[in-house]
């Protein structure tokens, strides 16, 4: 039964880091599509047009390849996790309901008027169409990260018999502030990414000297808005989102630290390896006083360390400490990076700082890293709960289904995934190839 359990939870983690990847891009580039789009309408301005259409042929690449990756992860709720489904399914399946018929049919019909309908609208609509999309995004993630913030932090239900959890407050659930500033944190993290990806094409031009005028514009906005991003990323959004798991969840929060033992004025460690065993990190480099300070905004209070907590209770340990770290490092480099751009850009250098460019194209994968690493410190830190106190994950699974056949099907899963991806980056490469300037703006 355990490796059973361990089979579904390495699918479910398997496919949702993978479709994870393309929503990120959408929700990241949607803000994009839609400035260029209205400054080019309210302007009379061709070239923004020209920017607008092609980042929405890239968001709807994204946007296809994310629909079909997210088709597997629904039926594992029948198929892997039938208990959980059966037990939390009133509560996750109404904010998951909402998003497939309000977010992702907006989203959809206007991707349709935007690419296909430029003729056929007013220049106006055509600008609200835009604007339709960005929003359509952002909802369909706020009520993604809603269902999972219910999870983390359950509210707003009833116990039944059976161990059945029954919704009382849909309010309750989608209004909760662990919700919004994790909402605030991923919408953040997202448009992170979408000014990486902005930037480091721009930059891919100029390095080619091609698209000059379209590097320029691309390098130029990307930084402006990685710059605000990157900062607002780490507070207050990140700063308020581990309050809410210092208050909701303490054991995560001592994983995500390394933090065995309780300590008055705990500290940050930026650097160290887990010693499970020996309860301690390994060449430790501590900021003093740095946690207690983040956690409750008092040098001297004291944090519970995981000694504090049963062992059948804690996470495990060492990834949820590496994978906060990774997110937290490479957060700390983007805002480097970010600044460092922005000066050369206010200094007029940057489209000739070759070193530069060089770095914002090679970037662009690294916030997919570190939104990737925030999502497995988020959900690994969690366990060993599906439904946080109320529901362990080793209750949730499918009786009949057995490791083997789970196994299978990953494998058929990761084969169908490779094209899938394979797919992708010919698709989104040879777009970037064509470049903005192959785009016809209607008359």
Known sequence: MASAVFADRIQFAFTVMFHYLFPIGTMGLAPFIAWYTVKGVRQNDENAIRAARFWAKIFT?????????????????????????????????????????????????????????????????????????????????????????????????????????????????????????????????????????????????????????????????????????????????????????????????????????????????????????HQKLIDPIYVPDALSFLAYGNFRATVKGLEEYPGDQRPPIELTYYAYHVMVGLGTIFVAIMVIAAVLLFLRRLPRARWMLWILMLAMPFPYIANEAGWTATEVGRQPWIVYGLMRTADATSPNVVAGEVIFTTIGFAGMYFIIGLLFMLLVLRQIALGPESEAVAK
């Open 61 to 277: 690449i994204n946007f296809a390849v994310g629909v079909v990756t997210g088709i597997p992860m629904e039926f594992q709720f029948g198929t892997n996790w039938a208990i959980f489904s059966a037990r939390a399914g009133s509560a996750v399946g109404q904010p998951l309901a909402m998003e497939g018929v309000y977010a992702f049919f907006l989203e959809s019909v206007f991707i349709g008027i935007f690419i296909l309908g430029r003729t056929r609208v007013s220049a106006g609509f055509y600008a609200f169409s835009a604007v339709a999309i960005w929003i359509g995004a952002w909802v369909s993630g706020f009520f993604i990260v809603a269902t999972d913030a219910w999870m983390q932090h359950p509210v707003g239900y009833t116990m039944l018999s059976g161990g059945k959890i029954a919704l009382t407050s849909l309010p309750a659930l989608l209004l909760q502030p662990f919700a919004w500033w994790q909402f605030a944190h991923v919408m953040t993290g997202a448009l992170l990414t979408g000014s990486f990806i902005v930037a480091g094409v721009g930059a891919y031009y100029l390095l080619g000297n091609r698209q000059t005028g379209f590097g320029e514009r691309f390098v130029r906005a990307g930084v402006i808005v990685g710059l605000i991003a990157s900062v607002i990323v780490i507070f207050p959004t990140g700063d308020r989102n581990s309050v809410d798991v210092t208050r909701d969840q303490p054991i995560k929060l001592s994983a995500m630290e390394g933090l065995f033992h309780t300590k008055q004025g705990a500290p940050i460690a930026i650097f160290g390896m887990p010693d499970v065993p």
